[in-house]
Every structure is written in C-alpha cells, then in structure tokens.
C-alpha cells in the first residue's frame, strides 16, 4: 500500500512464497510500462534492512522502473508482512543465518521463470550482508551487484565487540534468545526525525512515518538476542578469510560517510578483497543512503547507472545527477 507523495509503482503485483520451514513470505514484482521499456532490460532484485518492508523502497523501485527495469522485492522473514517469528510482532527476532539464504534462495527460484535478465543484485543494510553472504556460497543467477552500508560489522556503541559477544552468548545459553537486547522494545511509534532519523531528508522520513501508521502491522521494534547473534554471525562469515575472493561478478558498496549502525572501515576493506569490488563513499550521508537528500541519493543512482550500462546495456529512461562523491575503487 502507499500513502500520498508516496503511492506504489503500476505495474506490480503482490504475492506470497514458502520460505525455509514453510514459512509465508512476501514478495512483489513489477514490469516497467511500455512507455519505459518496451524490452525489459533485465530485473532488479531489491533487498531490505532490517525493520524495512517493500513499501519503504516505493520511490527506489519507480526509479528502477523508469530506467527498464522489472523489480523483484521482498519483505525478510520476521518482518515486514512475512511471518514473524514470534507471538510479539514488535519483536525483531532471527535464528539462523541459513534460514535467510534459504529463503532468499526460494525466491529466485520462484520468479526466475518469470524475471527476465540479467539479474542485478540491490541490498541495503542487513540485506545487502545476506546478499554478500549469496554470492559467497555460489549464487551465480546475477550479473552484478550494488549494496548499500551492508551490516558487516555494527557497531556496539560504548561496549567493545568482545563484551557485547560475551553477553550474546550468555542471553542464548539462558534461553533469553527472544528476549530484547538490553530490555529495550524500542517502540518505532515513538521514534522522530530529530531524535532516531537515519537520514538527512525530513521530507523522505516523513512519507516512511505516514506508511507506517497507515498500515501498523509493517511496524518493527529492537532487535532480541537471537537477532543480534544472527547479526554477528552473517557479518563474521562474510568476513573469513579467502571467502570474498569467489565472487566474480562486479560488486559496488556504496557507503554513508556519517554512518552510526555499521563500520564503513570493515566495508571498504570488504570491498577491496572482491575481485571486481568498487567502494565509493558518500560524504556527509547517514546511515539510509537510498533514503537521503537527492544530492546525496544521487551518487546511488549514478552508480546503479553505471552498473546497468554495463550489466545490462541499453537505452536509459531516466538520468539522475550524481552529485558530491568520493569514488575510491576497490
């Protein structure tokens, strides 16, 4: 569903796909109308953070949309309109990494038939983690692949990573696995853009506040314990030594230069292990760079084009000006 300044692309259709478990899973996909395409010129596959379901990324996928591309997106297990994982909604709860590439993998096999390619990989955050993580493990359907501060490594704040591991350990042994980190449900109906904003754009940030109070069941609170291990351990095995060299497609980690969730240090040095990786920061951009001043959501989109012109090349619908950046390739 959308909200006024913020309605959803034509051209898509909802649906629903077993994830591992059986587990009911959304997903929606979206044709570009003949105005923008009258070929296809491949299929975008969209991969939200955490907290984030398909309805955040609305302007994004019209983007993608207007320059001829389909858009395959979908809303992670636990969140989102997908299953959650426990009784508590609120609860942003995981259990294992393999469930995700599980599921992740499901989902291409079951609009593979109908995306046509080449594939190109999009993932922000925690997405754009488990998108790594695919590749890594021999996902070989995608042609190339632009993340946004994947969650490599998070940041823990005031506690080292030795003591926040120590205590993970220490919750699950105790079966407190699907208790909130620290006791802190952290409402999302309480959060406000001078106080919790991931972006610079009050206008963007208030279009995502509307959608969340129009439909209240995408709303997800703190992360629990179980998440917070999954979190730690798709980081880590992203991080293992040898293991970026097996991707060979291009990939580009567009980073926020102000980013307070993940370590943009870990993900340039992620980005110079790929084989065709690129990193390219964005300087003053928070955490949500999709989500930022056009300025600064135009290095993504120039980097996307750039992506396309060489995954995918074609005529463009679109053009977007690419604004301050720093490129520095991997």
């Not at 995408?218 to 979190?231: C, E, I, K, N, R």
């Not at 750039?306 to 000006?321: E, K």
Request: aromatic share 10%; glycine share 10%; charged share 25%.
């Amino acid at each position: 569903m959308g909200v006024p300044g913020a309605a959803c692309p034509p051209g898509g259709e909802g649906d629903w796909f077993r994830g591992a478990g059986g587990l009911r899973l959304r997903a929606a996909f979206w044709t570009p109308s003949s105005l923008q395409a009258k070929t296809p010129r491949g299929t975008v596959v969209l991969s939200p953070g955490r907290t984030e379901p398909i309805e955040k990324y609305f302007e994004l996928i019209g983007n993608f949309l207007a320059r001829g591309f389909c858009v395959l997106a979908h809303d992670w297990r636990g969140q989102g309109l997908s299953a959650r994982l426990l009784p508590d909604r609120l609860r942003g709860h995981a259990r294992a990494v393999e469930e995700f590439l599980d599921d992740y993998a499901r989902l291409l096999d079951a609009y593979e038939a109908r995306a046509p390619k080449p594939w190109i990989m999009v993932g922000h955050s925690m997405g754009g983690c488990l998108n790594l993580l695919t590749l890594e493990t021999g996902e070989s359907r995608f042609g190339g692949a632009l993340l946004s501060s994947p969650m490599l490594r998070i940041k823990t704040g005031k506690r080292s990573m030795w003591t926040v591991k120590l205590a993970v350990r220490w919750a699950l042994r105790n079966g407190k696995a699907g208790d909130y980190v620290l006791d802190d449900p952290d409402d999302p109906f309480d959060h406000t853009f001078d106080n919790d904003a991931l972006t610079s754009d009050r206008a963007r940030y208030d279009l995502w506040r509307q959608q969340l109070y129009a439909c209240p069941h995408l709303a997800l609170g703190g992360p629990t314990w179980g998440w917070l291990a999954f979190a730690l351990d798709a980081g880590e095995r992203v991080l293992k030594p040898r293991a970026l060299k097996g991707v060979k497609i291009p990939v580009c980690v567009v980073q926020a230069a102000e980013d307070d969730k993940v370590w943009k240090q870990t993900n340039r040095w992620a980005a110079r292990r790929l084989g065709r990786g690129r990193y390219v920061e964005v300087p003053t951009a928070k955490h949500e760079v999709i989500m930022e001043v056009d300025e600064l959501r135009g290095v993504f989109l120039h980097e996307f084009d750039a992506l396309a012109d060489y995954v995918a090349p074609g005529p463009q619908a679109a053009s977007t000006s690419a604004g301050a950046r720093t490129a520095e390739p991997a």
